[in-house]
């Protein structure tokens, strides 16, 4: 049974760190881009960053919050793992954070993901 449980989340205050982690089992993500995800109430899910399959380049959603090392992913194929280290974390990325796995390199859209995680939620109080 292939599965990918998140773990990490929790209550941090505005300008901490979390770092979130994904962990597959049940086959190989060698070949699939590795994604996070995140939705808060009431609003669409959101991608927020991937690491491609085989190269493990990264790429990001929304660059002017994601990017510059405000959010970095990074993957372990050994482990069959992938992280998402968030640092100044601010109220708004309060969410649930999801993890998914996708067969074609630079996949970004929800639809294009074929498995995903339960998610873990992430609380930044102000």
């Known amino acids: 049974q292939v599965q990918l449980v998140e773990s990490g989340g929790g209550l941090v205050q505005a300008g901490g760190s979390l770092r979130l982690s994904c962990a597959a089992s049940g086959r190989s993500f060698r070949t699939y881009v590795m ?3 995140r939705q808060a109430p009431g609003k ?5 960053a991937a690491a491609n399959r085989l190269s493990g380049s990264s790429y ?3 660059l002017a919050n994601f990017a510059k090392g405000r959010f970095t992913i990074s993957r372990n194929d050994a482990q069959n793992s992938a992280d998402l280290q ?3 974390l601010k109220p708004e990325d309060t969410a649930v954070y999801f993890c998914a796995a996708a067969p074609r390199p630079r996949a970004h859209s929800k639809d294009e993901f074929d498995y995903w995680g339960q998610g873990t ?3 930044v109080s102000s």
Not at 44 to 48: D, G, I, L, T, Y
């Open 35 to 37: 994604a996070w995800f």
């Open 44 to 48: 669409e899910r959101e991608f927020v």
């Open 60 to 62: 990001y959603g929304d």
């Open 86 to 88: 968030m640092n100044s």
């Open 121 to 123: 939620q992430v609380t």
